[in-house]
């Protein structure tokens, strides 16, 4: 595709609930970051995928986010039992790979959490 | 002490004037440095990005980088209103390992006034 596309662009749920975000990189990226963002701050590193695998999950807060890439391209982020906390814009981003290669953001998804 | 710092701002710059950012970093071993800008409710793009000591120029904007003070700036010449944003400062642990995660400033935000 043209750029990285996330969806839903707003997702609002209950306290509690199961959600799910997906991002489609840029086709033939194999590298893929999910990152976290908070009103007013920088976006923080969540997980990082180099092909199917996850490379780097240092940045998941806790058990209840998991992140999958089944198939080398469309990765999702789960979060199960949302808490108010975990109210933010979570952006997807994709690189080519190569050493230099800048990292491609998508327009996120704003999760509210009630 | 955080990664990467930045001064939260707002810089309020008159158009057409210099405005200059600035960015420390604590881990010595980081090797390349990126500047995005987000505007409001988007998602950030990659301005420029820096490996070696010195300046860097691109049109209206220059990066600086010195290793031996752990500091990156970013001059941004003949400010126009259009540049009003919130610009993020990144950082990469290592310039050949291109999967490593990318570490994000806060973010300074400018304001160009005409």
């Known amino acids: 595709g043209a750029g990285v596309s996330q969806t839903p662009s707003n997702k609002v749920t209950e306290k509690g609930k199961y959600v799910e975000l997906r991002c489609d990189p840029i086709?033939?990226?194999?590298?893929l970051y999910w990152y976290r963002q908070s009103l007013g701050q920088g976006p923080e590193f969540l997980i990082y995928?180099?092909?199917?695998?996850?490379?780097?999950d240092s940045g998941l807060p806790n058990d209840r986010f998991f992140a999958v890439r089944p198939e080398g391209s469309v990765s999702t982020l789960k979060i199960q039992r949302t808490e108010r906390g975990d109210s933010a814009v979570y952006l997807c981003?994709?690189?080519?790979?190569?050493?230099?290669?800048?990292?491609?953001f998508g327009n996120g998804t704003r999760l509210t959490v009630t | 002490q955080k990664e990467v710092e930045q001064n939260s701002g707002p810089l309020s710059v008159p158009e057409g004037a210099i405005a200059s950012l600035n960015c420390t970093y604590s881990?010595?071993?980081?090797?390349?440095f990126f500047w995005y800008r987000q505007y409001s409710g988007k998602s950030p793009e990659l301005i420029m990005f820096?490996?070696?000591?010195g300046d860097k120029e691109d049109g209206r904007f220059t990066a600086q980088l010195n290793k031996a003070s752990q500091y990156v700036s970013l001059l941004i010449r003949d400010s126009q209103p259009s540049d009003s944003a919130t610009y993020l400062c990144?950082?990469?642990?290592?310039?050949?390992?291109?999967?490593?995660?990318?570490?994000f400033g806060g973010g300074t935000r400018v304001l160009v006034k005409p």
């Open positions: 981003a994709s690189r080519s790979g190569t050493d230099n290669s800048p990292l491609h």
């Open positions: 086709s033939g990226h194999t590298a």
């Open positions: 995928f180099q092909g199917t695998g996850a490379a780097d």
């Open positions: 881990d010595r071993g980081s090797q390349s």
């Open positions: 820096i490996y070696s000591n």
């Open positions: 990144a950082v990469n642990p290592t310039i050949k390992a291109a999967g490593n995660k990318l570490t």
